[in-house]
T-cell receptor, first 111, second 116 residues
Framework: GENVEQHPSTLSVQEGDSAVIKCTYSDSASNYFPWYKQELGKRPQLIIDIRSNVGEKKDQRIAVTLNKTAKHFSLHITETQPEDSAVYFC??????????FGKGTMLLVSP | ETGVTQSPTHLIKTRGQQVTLRCSSQ?????VSWYQQALGQGPQFIFQYYREEENGRGNFPPRFSGLQFPNYSSELNVNALELDDSALYLCASSLEGGQGWDAEAFFGQGTRLTVV
């Protein structure tokens, strides 16, 4: 089955800095890669996703890149703000949205 | 906020008991997936229901079972509860076209189950 590794497990940045979270996956058949943000005690929220026919996708301060050859994808957050502080999860799936998640990255943005 | 709702929000059960958790999918969605999220971990896939049929299962024992109803809402049942079943149980709904092309999955707020 699919295995998703996520790094780092914790990330501390100053407000205004950029943050990068990296994930690798094992199943070359995986074709959809969403990213979720989960604040303490709340549901995971889809923030951006990318499909295997695209190499990069951007939405305001958030971007995701995908390298299918190397089987890794990354989340980039620019101009970080304190409200970006949360746990971020990457996920991968090869069909029917049965997601395999990474273990999460706790992002702390200090004012 | 998504249109996915779960009930109850919190639950305390005794080891050996049985529990039923409920999920109402977002309007127009035909697929519900269930996940278990232990503290400090990512969600783990339990199973998925697509048009009332089980459509995939993760590495969970048979005491985890489910249903999907004609209105696409769903139940997760867990028998013979164990202490390790304590976790946040999340359901996610999506609209699948049946061709395996993934649709965005939106999560409910979860049910926090504590087994004592």
């Amino acid at each position: 089955g699919e295995n998703v590794e996520q790094h780092p497990s914790t990330l501390s940045v100053q407000e205004g800095d950029s943050a990068v979270i990296k994930c690798t996956y094992s199943d070359s058949a995986s074709n959809y890669f969403p990213w979720y943000k989960q604040e303490l005690g709340k549901r995971p929220q889809l923030i951006i996703d990318i499909r295997s026919n695209v190499g990069e996708k951007k939405d305001q301060r958030i971007a995701v890149t995908l390298n299918k050859t190397a089987k890794h994808f990354s989340l980039h957050i620019t101009e970080t703000q304190p409200e970006d502080s949360a746990v971020y999860f990457c996920a991968a799936t090869s069909g029917y949205s049965t997601l395999t998640f990474g273990k999460g990255t706790m992002l702390l943005v200090s004012p | 906020e998504t249109g996915v709702t779960q009930s109850p929000t919190h639950l305390i059960k005794t080891r050996g008991q049985q529990v039923t958790l409920r999920c109402s999918s977002q309007s127009g969605h035909n697929t519900v997936s269930w996940y278990q999220q232990a503290l400090g971990q990512g969600p783990q896939f339990i199973f998925q229901y697509y048009r009332e049929e089980e459509n995939g299962r993760g590495n969970f024992p048979p005491r985890f079972s489910g249903l999907q109803f004609p209105n696409y809402s769903s139940e997760l049942n867990v028998n013979a509860l164990e202490l390790d079943d304590s976790a946040l149980y999340l359901c996610a709904s999506s609209l699948e076209g049946g061709q395996g092309w993934d649709a965005e999955a939106f999560f409910g707020q979860g049910t926090r189950l504590t087994v004592v």
